[in-house]
C-alpha cells in the first residue's frame, strides 16, 4: 500500500500576483480546482478502467461533495475486498489518497500535474507516493509525516514555475501580469481595452468563469437574494471605501501536523492496540475534521453577511444597489475554505463584519452537532491540542480599508501585515485594521512609526483587539482587556450617542481637538482631554478614561514599557461603522418628523 500526496505551494503569491480581482479570483478557482476536480477527476478515471459503472466523487455542488467523501459506498476503505483507492482528503489545494500500488498514485499524479500545465500554468502542483508500507504493521501517522518530508525536499530540488516563462527571446509583455505575453486578448466593446496576456493571466481569467457558478450555489443553498459583485468595478461604483478582509485559524497547521497525536492514536498505540485499527480511525478523523473545518469556515462567512444584509437601508451601498434595481451584494470572496478567508468588501461594513465572522467561527467549531454525521469532531481534536488550548478553534483577521482604485494587491500586502499583528493575541480571535486615507503606502511598520510621539515611548494606537468573549479569556490576563473589542464598541457607540434633537451628544468639534492634541504628545493630549472632561462627563465622555493608573483621568495605558491610547482607535473605526438601531434611534426619528 502506498499514501500519495498532492499540494500546491507558493498560494498567495499565485494568487495573488496581479491587481486584476478577475485573475485573482480565477486563480482562487483553479487552485480549489486542483485538489478537488482534478484529483477526483483522475482517481475516478483510474478505477473506470477496472468497473465502468464506478460513480464519480467530484461534485460542482459543495454540499454533495462532502457528502460523497463521507459515504462508504462511494469512497470505501482501501482495506475492503476489491478497493483500489481511497480518498481521505480532497480539498483546495490539497489531496492526499491510499493506493494499493504505487504505479496507481503516479498515474494519478501524472494526470493532474499535466493538466496543471495545461490548465493551470504558474500554479506550482507537487505530488508524491510513499514508499510502500504495510497497513497492519506501521502506524499512518508516521507515513503522512515522512511523506510531507519528502515532498518538501522534492519541491526544493526542482526548479520553480516562473522559470517555465523565460523573457528570451523577447517578446511583448502581458498588460496584467508582466510575463511574456502568449496571445493578444481582444475585449467586446464597451468591456476592457484589448491588450496582449500571458498564458497565466489567460487561463486564470478562464478560471474566474467558474468561479461565479458555484458562488451562486452557495447562496441559493443559504436562501440569500442576490450575487457577489463580479468584479472590483461593481464595488468601486457603489461602495465609498472597499475593505480587504484576510482571516486565518491559529494553530490548524500545527493541529494538521500533530494529528496522529490530536486525534488519540498516539497514546492508543503506546497502549498496545493495533495499527490496523489506529489507521482506520486516523484516516476517517482526518477526513471529518478536514470536512467539518470547511463546514464551521462557509458556515460563519455566510452568517456574518446575512448580519451585513440586515442593515439594508443603513448601508450606503446596499441602497444604492437597490436604487438602481441591481441585485449585487457588496462584497466578493476570493478565498473560501479550510480555515482561510479572503474578501473584498464595503469598507463601511468591513470591521461588523469580520468581528461576526471571527465569532461566528469560534461558535461554529465549538458545535457538538455538525451536520452530515461530524457532530463535534473538531471541539475534541481541539481540547487535545496543545497549539489551540481550547475546545474550539480561533482565527485572526486583518482589515486594510483603502479608496477605490486603490491597488489591490497593495492592498492584500498590508491586510497581511495586520493579520501578523493580530497573531500576537493568539490563541485568542483578534482583528487588526488600518486605513489607508492617502496614498503614502502600504507598509505597516511605517504607517504605525508615524503614530508615535514622544521620541517613539507614547503609541497612538491600542490595536490588535480581542473578539473572543471575556468568559473565554485566561483570568488575570489584563492584556487581553486592555484590547477588548466589547469596550471598542462601547467607544463607539458613545461617538455615535445622539441626543432628543438628533444631534451628537459628544460634538465633532471636540472629538477632532482631542485627536489633534494626541500628535502633540501625552502631557498635552491629556491637558486637553481634563479641560472638557468634566463639561462632557454626562455625554459620555469618560468612555475614554483609562482605568487604573492610581485614579489619574488619562487617555493612556501603560503596556510594555510604553504608553497607549485607544482613543484614536475608536475615532478611526466609527468612520466605518454602520449604526445599530439603538445608536440611530433617536436621530432617525428626528428625521422622519422632519
Known amino acids: 500500500m502506498n499514501l500519495v500526496l498532492i499540494e500546491t505551494s507558493g498560494n498567495q503569491q499565485y494568487i495573488f500576483a496581479t491587481n486584476k480581482l478577475r485573475e485573482n479570483v480565477g486563480a482562487s478557482e483553479l487552485t480549489y480546482r486542483v485538489g478537488t476536480e482534478w484529483v477526483l477527476g483522475a ?315 471571527l465569532v461566528e467561527f469560534e461558535q461554529q467549531t465549538a458545535r457538538p452537532d455538525l451536520p452530515l454525521g461530524l457532530d463535534d469532531i473538531i471541539p475534541k481534536i481541539a481540547a487535545a491540542a496543545p497549539s489551540v488550548n481550547a475546545n474550539r478553534l480561533s482565527a485572526c483577521a486583518g482589515l486594510a480599508i483603502v479608496k477605490p482604485h486603490f491597488p489591490f494587491s497593495a492592498a492584500y500586502d498590508l491586510s497581511e501585515q495586520l493579520i501578523t499583528s493580530a497573531k500576537q493575541m493568539k490563541p485568542r480571535s483578534a482583528l487588526d485594521f488600518h486605513a489607508l486615507y492617502d496614498a503614502s503606502g502600504s507598509d505597516l511598520d511605517r504607517i504605525r512609526q508615524k503614530l508615535r510621539v514622544d521620541e517613539g515611548k507614547t503609541l497612538l494606537y491600542g490595536r490588535p483587539y480581542v473578539v473572543t468573549s471575556r468568559g473565554d479569556l485566561p483570568i488575570g490576563n489584563e492584556a487581553d482587556y486592555r484590547h477588548d473589542w466589547q469596550k471598542l464598541e462601547a467607544r463607539i457607540e458613545a461617538i455615535f450617542k445622539k441626543d432628543d434633537d438628533g444631534r451628537r451628544r459628544l460634538p465633532n468639534s471636540q472629538l477632532h481637538d482631542l485627536r489633534g492634541g494626541l500628535f502633540l504628545g501625552e502631557k498635552a493630549a491629556d491637558a486637553r482631554y481634563r479641560l472638557i472632561r468634566q463639561r462632557y462627563k454626562e455625554q459620555g465622555i469618560t468612555t475614554f478614561d483609562e482605568a487604573g493608573e492610581g485614579g489619574r483621568q488619562s487617555l493612556f495605558f501603560t503596556e510594555n514599557g510604553g504608553r497607549h491610547t485607544r482613543l484614536l482607535d475608536a475615532l478611526d473605526a466609527a468612520n466605518f461603522w454602520v449604526e445599530t438601531d439603538e445608536e440611530n434611534e433617536n436621530g432617525q426619528n428626528k428625521e422622519d418628523a422632519r
Open 43 to 357: 482517481v475516478h478515471g483510474l478505477l473506470k478502467d477496472t468497473d465502468p459503472s464506478v460513480r464519480p466523487l467530484w461534485d460542482e455542488d459543495v454540499q454533495q461533495l462532502r457528502e460523497n467523501l463521507l459515504n462508504r459506498d462511494l469512497n470505501p476503505p482501501i482495506t475492503n475486498t476489491g478497493v483500489s483507492t481511497e480518498v481521505i482528503v480532497a480539498t483546495s489545494g490539497k489531496a492526499m489518497l491510499l493506493v494499493e500500488n504505487a504505479e496507481s498514485g503516479k498515474k494519478i499524479i501524472r494526470e493532474v500535474t499535466c493538466r496543471a500545465l495545461k490548465d493551470a500554468p504558474g500554479l506550482d502542483v507537487c505530488g508524491i507516493v510513499s514508499d510502500d508500507f504495510d497497513w497492519k504493521a506501521r502506524p499512518l501517522g508516521e507515513i503522512v509525516s515522512e511523506t510531507h518530508r519528502q515532498l518538501d525536499q522534492k519541491r526544493e530540488n526542482r526548479p520553480g514555475s516562473t522559470l517555465r516563462f523565460l523573457r528570451l527571446p523577447v517578446v511583448m509583455e502581458c498588460a496584467t501580469s508582466g510575463m511574456p505575453a502568449a496571445e493578444w486578448d481582444e475585449r467586446k466593446k464597451g468591456e476592457e481595452p484589448s491588450a496582449a496576456r500571458s498564458a497565466v493571466s489567460l487561463k486564470k481569467r478562464k478560471g474566474s468563469e467558474s468561479y461565479g457558478p458555484r458562488m451562486k450555489k452557495l447562496l441559493r443553498l443559504k436562501q440569500i437574494a442576490g450575487d457577489f459583485a463580479r468584479n472590483i468595478g461593481v464595488l468601486e461604483k457603489y461602495c465609498d471605501w472597499l475593505a480587504v478582509v484576510h482571516a486565518d485559524g491559529n494553530g490548524v497547521g500545527q493541529i494538521f501536523l500533530d494529528f496522529w497525536k490530536n486525534s488519540g492514536c498516539e497514546a492508543r498505540q503506546e497502549e498496545g492496540e493495533a495499527s490496523e485499527k489506529l489507521n482506520r480511525d486516523y484516516v476517517e478523523t482526518y477526513r471529518k475534521f478536514s470536512i467539518a473545518l470547511d463546514v464551521c469556515t462557509q458556515e460563519a462567512f455566510i452568517i456574518a453577511l446575512q448580519n451585513m444584509l440586515k442593515w439594508k437601508n443603513k448601508l450606503r451601498s446596499l441602497r444604492r444597489i437597490k436604487e438602481n434595481r441591481g441585485d449585487v451584494l457588496p462584497i466578493l470572496p476570493i478565498l473560501l475554505g479550510g480555515d482561510d478567508l479572503t474578501v473584498v468588501c464595503d469598507g463601511q461594513a468591513a470591521l461588523q463584519f469580520t468581528h461576526d465572522f
